[in-house]
């Protein structure tokens, strides 16, 4: 499948996509530059909760990577914004205390808790990562390893899915499911030609 006319944005998920057994997958970071290069705005997406965005930041850094906190989109930061905007301001974290971090704004109580748990594939969870760009849904494309929770979460909220043949990927698995991505990449690496590089 060709990429539409105006792809807007790109999601691309962190474990088995960009890094896997915490060192990146070979093509990786030639592919995120080629998106600087174009100008194509993306996000590092994750549902990772064990570890804040901060974390998650300085890794990606160590491993050359050159992301500022705003392309590394998790969990909790998209529960934060999700809290936020529903006007709820009060929760009990359930969370290792080193995420408290990225739940800024948001009161720690006990009694009285409000409470939503959003991640992928939940579509708030991409409708929130894809207006962190100040892009449209239909125009951003969604990669990852997972069917289910990236290439099945994106399709759900209007985005194109694009499913890569590295990290959990398991051939048997498209033909056990109902989703069909929109498009296969052997890996990240191949993104570059994808996008006319």
Not at 36 to 62: C, D, E, F, G
Not at 84 to 97: A, S, V
Not at 128 to 148: F, K, N, R, W
Request: proline share 7%; aromatic share 6%.
């Amino acid at each position: 499948m060709a990429l539409p006319e105006r792809v807007g944005g790109f999601l691309i998920d962190l474990d088995g996509t960009v890094i896997e057994g915490g060192e990146l997958i070979p093509g990786a970071a030639e592919a995120l530059t080629t998106l600087v290069q174009k100008k194509i705005p993306y996000r590092i997406v994750t549902n990772t909760t064990s570890k804040p965005r901060s974390a998650i930041l300085a890794k990606l850094n160590a491993l050359g990577l050159e992301l500022q906190p705003e392309q590394v989109i998790t969990a909790p930061i998209i529960g934060r914004d999700y809290l936020r905007r529903q006007g709820i301001t009060r929760c009990f974290p359930l969370l290792k205390p080193s995420l408290l971090e990225d739940l800024t704004a948001i009161e720690f109580v006990e009694t009285s808790p409000q409470a939503v748990l959003i991640g992928k594939p939940a579509q708030d969870f991409f409708l929130l990562a894809c207006e962190s760009m100040g892009v449209p849904c239909e125009t951003t494309v969604v990669i990852g390893d997972d069917l289910e929770a990236d290439v099945g979460g994106a399709k759900a909220a209007g985005c194109i899915g694009v499913l890569v043949q590295t990290g959990k990927f398991r051939p048997d698995q498209i033909e056990k499911s109902k989703i069909n991505p929109d498009a296969i990449l052997a890996s990240l690496a191949y993104l570059p030609s994808w996008v006319g590089d």
